[in-house]
């Protein structure tokens, strides 16, 4: 079965810095990949996601771009963060039977 | 465009059964899951129904579908302390990339 990681797991960024979070699979090939957000109190939000290398959809305006180099890997970036860019961020891969998306443990980003 | 809305919040005592509810809004959801999330981690897949199933029992849980009503239930039976967490519902959105659609999120607070 799938392993998703992620990394950093936890990041304090000041206002006006770049992020890059990284997410890979293992167990897989040629997953469809996902960021979702999960602000504070809130569900999750559906930012991008990309169903092979260099193929990204996003899903809502915003702040952040999402890159897959790799087939199994899948980034989240921003050349300028706000404040409003904090949450706790998580990559998902979809499964095999029945569409379900298994999820990495999560990178909790708190921009100052 | 798909909506997915939980309450926020559900106390039981211990030993109790606890019911969790969801409302969807896209009558073409070809499955329905259910995802637990404790405090600082990704999400975890509980359970999932198929849209054809009216119900689905896994050990102490039982998920109820009325896609009449759209609204989906999560019984968890016998509740222990370490049910303790936020339950989310989503639904999986027809399309290529089978984006899910998640609901806000209930938190099941389970006292002794």
């Known amino acids: 079965s799938q392993t998703i990681h992620q990394w950093p797991a936890t990041l304090v960024q000041p206002v006006g810095s770049p992020l890059s979070l990284e997410c890979t699979v293992e167990g897989t090939s040629n997953p469809n990949l996902y960021w979702y957000r999960q602000a504070a109190g809130r569900g999750l939000q559906l930012l991008f996601y990309s169903v092979g290398i260099g193929q990204i959809s996003s899903e809502v305006p915003q702040n952040l771009s999402a890159s897959r180099p790799q087939d199994r890997q899948f980034i989240l970036s921003s050349k300028k963060l706000l404040l409003s860019d904090s949450g706790f961020y998580l990559c998902a891969c979809k499964g095999v039977n029945t569409g379900e998306l298994f999820f990495g443990e999560g990178s909790r980003l708190t921009v100052l | 465009g798909e909506d997915v809305e939980q309450s926020l919040f559900l106390s039981v005592r211990e030993g109790d059964s606890s019911v969790i509810n969801c409302t969807y809004t896209?009558?073409?959801?070809?499955?329905l899951y259910w995802y637990k999330q404790e405090p600082g981690a990704g999400l975890q897949l509980l359970t999932y129904i198929f849209s054809n199933m009216d119900m689905k029992q896994d050990q102490r849980l039982t998920v109820l579908l009325n896609k009449k009503d759209k609204h989906l239930s999560l019984r968890i039976a016998d509740t222990q302390t370490g049910d303790s967490a936020i339950y989310f519902c989503a639904e999986s959105y027809t399309g290529t990339a089978s984006k899910l659609t998640f609901g806000t999120g209930t938190r099941l607070q389970v006292t002794l």
């Open positions: 896209d009558s073409s959801s070809t499955y």
